[in-house]
């Protein structure tokens, strides 16, 4: 990676603040008359003397019933703080809520120029400690931020457990702005990440999920402004928790203007006892300030999900097959055999073999837990099929579904104990299965195991790990501290992948939750990609790519071009804007290629190989999400250096005398001029200012792939935005 502009953290003692100074942005931090950190400041450089000048914020409704402090960096319980508190805990003697002592605050540089600040609190009258965690890393605006909550009692006194009712990982704070406009991700299964863009209400707004999976239904991710921001400008605020499982972010609108934030693991009504001499961290809660609009923070959190996130950011993501929908279950050596040939013939470089191949698994009523091949379908087991995609030049790729076990299973009549449950309720079944408790040592130990195994066996080169249910009845009856199921689930999930990470160095592996239920910065951290979603209509997937662009790169959103009529939708839709659609992602095939017509099939050959030549703009290239005139909507990829542009383009439905209007391209360089696939010249001013005309075929479902070369040497040096 080039060399990146630096980042510094320190805590300045005679100006009182702690500064966090990033290539575009500036974080401060003040601690309290009463101890507690406080908010100060969250936006453009300015010099730290001036900020140590301001006096306090006054709140002009300042009463006996109101605080006219500055917002904490962690909410508390205690004293005039009436909003929602980040950390709340109880001791023994039911005592509620910290009071914080300032002790220290500590500085540290990593080779690589991360630095880490963390402030040091104590309890001024009981043994509890937090430290306030802040890291920032060259090049980036992010600031990462977490808790470390401890017991600093003896533990050979016996001194009593101290109760966490919640422990959030930051609580972050907005300038007063003139009015607060609030982005968001909601949805379901198969309509994840739709984009919610709404005022802020004068009030507590809580995003979450209680289903022990990041979730379809929201998303750890926000963003605020002040109702004027666009794609390409204004202020925008932004965070993303990096969590899998459960989790809650209030929002909260005050009346007299002041918003703040404050979010961590765990949904409401989780408790945690904290023992003697023990520590809870919190995942990172990561915060972004840009003055570049959405389009402008979106591009700056796909470079920290590319240089700090995803593990291996640098490789092409393969051209995938999945036969899921084409076959569901009914998966066998011969029929996989076909499709592979098929697939290869494609120019595909994956092949992965979904559910359906192992144990009594026939339907989705038996077989989760018993990993081993199916001898109906795959007699000689799994190798055959593994060689045969190799000798044709692909990567071979397995689904799983390690948390999960079906009651018809072999798994579940050894071990019925292993499963998350409460036994004196009844276990709801979703999707007929239950979900494993791998929060157990010995159920995380069997998982890795069998995965472990699995890979070597079978030489898979790629695991697409699936989890098709949320937690429902979750309990430990006659456990100390039930309730860290929540936590330790998760945590297990992310030790499992780690392991295999590095006990195969080679491996992939696709993060997948009946689509897009677990896709989050922590999951993205282990795994290549996201199954964005189980609904592969190419006009709801052009609202789905467009959410899941908000915070994560193309690279990592898998999309596959499936058959038309589309299962979920029923609708009929062109090979080639199926493809155009996918091709904005990371592409794959997932359709039953053994009724595609030679025609199809020769046409998907030439798209595939098209997007090979695109790839590297599109995963690794800028995105700016464009919307024209005539219902038009597209993705602009930019490559880094400028020298190459890639525009993906939808029209879904036409009405007549609404034909697409030439569409601009802010983001090129006007002073430059460009070349497309034609070998037709344009003047870079025309395509910023008037646009470039789409040429889009008429009639529904129209779209197009335009490439342009930057010609012009001259321009060759300039970068196309500052960021
Ligand atoms: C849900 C996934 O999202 C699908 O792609 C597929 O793998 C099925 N599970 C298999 O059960």
Known sequence: MPDQPS??????????????????????????????????????????????????RVSPARSSFESDAAADELGIQTGDRFGPAGLQVRFADGTVGAQWHFEDARQHTDADGTVELRLLLADRRYPLGAVLGYRVRPGSDVVERWVELSHTGDRDADADPITVDRLDSASWTLPRLPDYRISHLVGGWNSEFQLQRDRLPVAETTLTSRRGLTSHHAHPWLALDDGTATEESGQVWSTALAWSGSWRITVHRDAVGRATWTGGFGHEGLRWSLAPGETLTTPVFTGLWTDGGFGGASRAWHAYVRAHVLPAPAQDRPVLYNSWEATGFAVDLDGQLRLAGLAAGLGVELFVLDDGWFGGRRDATAGLGDWTPYPGAFPGGLRPLADEVHRLGMEFGLWVEPEMVNRDSDLFRAHPDWVV???????????????????????????????????????????????NRPFTEAGRPGHPDPDRLWVDHTRAVHRIMDRL??????????????????????????????????????????????????????????????????????RTTPL???????????????GDLTHWSEAELKEAAELVARYKEIRPVVQRGRAHRLSGQGGVTAVHHAAED?????????????????????LPLPALDASATYRDDAGREHAGAVLVHHGIELELPRGDYASTLIRLRRVDAAAGARPLEES
């Not at 997948?512 to 239920?517: D, H, K, S, Y």
């Not at 080639?576 to 997932?590: S, Y």
């Open 7 to 56: 980042v510094t953290a320190r805590y300045d003692s005679d100006l009182g603040l702690a500064l966090l100074h990033t290539p575009g942005s500036l974080y401060a931090v003040r601690i309290g008359a009463d101890g507690s950190p406080r908010h100060v400041h969250w936006g453009p450089p300015l010099d730290p003397a001036a900020l140590a000048a301001l006096p306090d």
């Open 421 to 467: 449950h409460s036994p004196t309720r009844d276990a709801t079944e979703l999707r007929d299965q239950l979900m494993l408790d791998l929060a157990r040592p010995e159920v995380e130990a069997w998982a890795l195991r069998t995965l472990d195994g699995l890979v070597r066996d079978n030489a898979v080169d790629w695991l697409k790990w699936d989890a």
């Open 501 to 570: 990470r590095a006990d195969h160095p080679g491996l992939r592996i696709e993060a997948c939750a009946g689509g897009g239920g677990r896709v989050d910065l922590a999951v993205l951290a282990r795994t290549d990609q996201a199954w964005t979603s189980d609904n592969t209509d190419p006009v709801d997937r052009i609202g789905i790519q467009h959410g899941f662009s908000q915070l994560y790169p193309a690279q990592a959103m898998a999309a596959w071009v499936t058959d038309s009529p589309n299962g979920a939708t029923v």
């Open 576 to 590: 080639r804007f199926r493809f155009h659609v996918a091709m904005a992602g990371a592409l794959g095939l997932g």
């Open 642 to 662: 400028g020298a190459e542009h890639v525009l993906l383009a939808w029209r879904p439905t036409t009405r007549f005398g609404h034909e697409a209007a030439p």
